[in-house]
Structure formats: structure tokens, C-alpha cells
């Protein structure tokens, strides 16, 4: 069984359309993330979310918004999107406590073209 | 600004020989560390992590060694093996922020047979 899994893993799309990326966790965690890796291969948080907060990095712009449905899912909605948002999506689950290991999912390839 | 920083993009060793693999921080609030391995088309699974009250922590063929004062801590494999070829990530998280984690750009190691 995948423990964190996110669909679809490719996804090709025009300039200025809205998408959604989905992600579920099997493994009873808390917490939440979704991570960006970019045309550099950088890690970067985007957004980290539990049923008490959503912490949102301040680089990550307004398009983005995650969607929690239950503590098992956290969907990433981008609208409109821009060329520059072509990247590879991780999404990522933990227990919030500090110390936790994060898992990941295997990634979503966005193109914008 | 990055705060974690891997200044090797590549590494290349052969097989049963030691790889190195090292990660510079700049943020001295990062109180754990953490290293990750990712192979191509998939997400980056956890490998090894060390808390900053640690100088060393090792886990079979695997050692995170932590040098606070010059703010570097780095990865020992050994012996390596062909399949410990791939991207490793150094990571590390502050006290407050959870498991937020920040990021190195990536180290490829390249064992050859």
C-alpha cells in the first residue's frame, strides 16, 4: 500500500487554466504538506497544514491554495496558471510534532505550456 | 537566501570505497537535521537524521556527523554500494516551525561498479 499518494503524477496544461492536484496519506498522520521542486532541483515548502493551522510559505503566491476534505487529504488547487509554474509537486505527511519523519509522495510533474 | 546549502551537485565513487557527501547551514535556530535520498520519478524517502544536541549518529552503513560550530554536517556511506545511487538531500527544521523543513539543492552520487 502507498502511504502517501498523489494524483495524477503528469499533468500538461495551457496558460491561464485552473488544475487541482490530489493527495492521500494511509498512515494516520496530522500533518500535512506540499512541496515544490523547480527547474533547479530546490525543495521548497509551500504550504504545511493540520486541523489546527494552515502555515502558508510568504514566497508561494495566491493562486495556490490547498484543500483539506478530511485529516487523510490535502488536494492543491493552482489557478490560473503560468509557465513559471512548471514544476514536479511533492505532497508529504507527518505527525506535527517535531522530530517526526516526513514521507513523501512520488511527485506530480506540472508542465505549463 | 538559502540557509541550506550542498555545494557538490555530483559525486562519483566506486563501489566499496567511502562517499562523502556534504551540507553547509547558515541558520544557527536549526536544531535537526536530516538526510533524504530520491531516485529518479519517485519522492524522497527519509535515510538518516541527527538532533543538534549530537555530534554523530549512525545507522548501518550510514553516518550523519554534525559540526555545529562550523555550522556542516555530512553524510558517510560506507562501503557504497551501485544502489546507493541517486540524489541525497540534506534538510533541517527549527524548533518552531514543526516539520517544516528547508532544503539543500541535492548532491548525485554516481557508485560505479
Known amino acids: 500500500d502507498t502511504a502517501v499518494s498523489q494524483t495524477p503524477k503528469y499533468l500538461v496544461t495551457q496558460m491561464g487554466n485552473d488544475k487541482s492536484i490530489k493527495c492521500e496519506q494511509n498512515?494516520?498522520?496530522?500533518?500535512m504538506y506540499w512541496y515544490k521542486q523547480d527547474s533547479k532541483k530546490f525543495l521548497k515548502i509551500m504550504f504545511s497544514y493540520n486541523n489546527k493551522e494552515l502555515i502558508i510559505n510568504e514566497t508561494v503566491p495566491n493562486r495556490f491554495s490547498p484543500k483539506s476534505p478530511d485529516k487523510a487529504h490535502l488536494n492543491l488547487h493552482i489557478n490560473s496558471l503560468e509557465l513559471g509554474d512548471s514544476a514536479v509537486y511533492f505532497c508529504?505527511?507527518?505527525?506535527?510534532?517535531?522530530?517526526?519523519?516526513?514521507?513523501f509522495g512520488e511527485g506530480s510533474w506540472l508542465t505549463v505550456v | 537566501d538559502q540557509q541550506v546549502k550542498q555545494n557538490s551537485p555530483s559525486l562519483s565513487v566506486q563501489e566499496g570505497r567511502i562517499s562523502i557527501l556534504n551540507c553547509d547551514y547558515t541558520n544557527s535556530m536549526f536544531d535537526y537535521f536530516l538526510w533524504y535520498k530520491k531516485y529518479p520519478a519517485e519522492g524522497p524517502t527519509f535515510l538518516i537524521s541527527?538532533?543538534?544536541?549530537?555530534d554523530k549518529n549512525e545507522d548501518g552503513r550510514f553516518t550523519v556527523f554534525l559540526n555545529k560550530s562550523a555550522k556542516h554536517l555530512s553524510l558517510h556511506i560506507v562501503p557504497s554500494q551501485p544502489g546507493d545511487s541517486a540524489v541525497y538531500f540534506c534538510?533541517?527544521?527549527?524548533?518552531?516551525?514543526?516539520?517544516?523543513?528547508?532544503f539543500g539543492g541535492g548532491t548525485r552520487l554516481m557508485v560505479k561498479p
Open positions: 541527527i538532533s543538534s544536541i549530537k
Open positions: 498512515l494516520g498522520h496530522d500533518t
Open positions: 534538510a533541517a527544521r527549527t524548533n518552531n516551525a514543526g516539520n517544516m523543513l528547508t
Open positions: 508529504a505527511s507527518s505527525q506535527w510534532t517535531a522530530g517526526n519523519t516526513i514521507y
